[in-house]
């Protein structure tokens, strides 16, 4: 399907960020993958795929450093052109009062969410405009649909951030062959999810009409498709992936 398309995934090690890079490894895709301090799961990922070890490229980065993206991000893109950028980053999640945060608070979450997709995309840029042809997804949540969540304030505003960003671009690149969509899905049953309390989990279960907490797996199968050509009339659209949980 993608015939040695290469894409780069920022969050590479996380649930999503593996899930997703699996279905575009099985599709003949390239991989290079973003981590920060733990990468065992890209680990497992190359145990489990060791003929197809070549197609992967690692690269440990601090997407919080704005400096370390400008300086590593050229180079990797010099040896190796992008034609995909999937951004699934997030910091783990925790539930606080509105008053219980700080402004530092949203800066992370803005500096993470936002501001790293940006500065990563520029670099990437380039190389998907000499192609003419690009696919970019970020991955968001249900949060920024509707009603968003108590307490999470700190966390939707980042996503809500990203999502502006999205769309705007989405129509500024379109004219060079470049889509660029978000993935919004409830809450998942990751390590981000892991610090928020099991009863707040089994209510939001309750809800999905499927009866259980969204999975990564859910998430890649949406992602396969808009990284693919089939998607390429598809520009600054957000996809729920909930099983009905969330309409619009």
Not at 164 to 171: E, I, R, S
């Amino acid at each position: 399907m993608f015939d040695g398309k290469r894409f780069l995934i920022s969050g590479g090690n996380s649930s999503v960020g593996i899930a997703i890079s699996e279905l575009l490894l099985q599709n003949g895709a390239h991989l290079v993958l973003l981590y920060n301090k733990n990468r065992n799961n890209i680990d497992t990922l190359l145990t489990k795929n060791q003929n197809l070890k070549s197609k992967i490229n690692t690269l440990q980065i601090d997407l919080m450093d704005e400096s370390e993206i400008k300086d590593k991000i050229p180079t990797l893109v010099k040896d190796f052109p992008i034609s995909g950028f999937i951004h699934s980053v997030s910091l783990p999640l925790s539930m606080k009062n509105i008053t219980d945060l700080t402004w530092n608070d949203f800066q992370r979450q803005f500096d993470l969410q936002c501001r790293s997709f940006f500065t990563l995309l520029l670099e990437i840029l380039p190389s998907m405009k000499e192609q003419k042809y690009g696919k970019v997804i970020t991955i968001l949540t249900t949060g920024v649909i509707g009603k968003p969540p108590n307490n999470m304030s700190d966390y939707i505003v980042g996503k809500y951030s990203l999502l502006g960003l999205t769309k705007t671009l989405a129509g500024e690149l379109i004219r060079f062959g470049i889509t660029i969509n978000s993935i919004s899905p409830p809450m998942m049953d990751t390590p981000l999810t892991e610090n928020l309390p099991n009863a707040l989990k089994k209510i939001i279960s309750s809800q999905n009409p499927s009866g259980k907490l969204a999975d990564s797996n859910d998430i890649a199968p949406v992602a396969l498709f808009l990284s693919s050509k089939l998607s390429d009339n598809i520009s600054g659209e957000n996809i729920i992936v909930g099983s009905g949980q969330t309409m619009h």
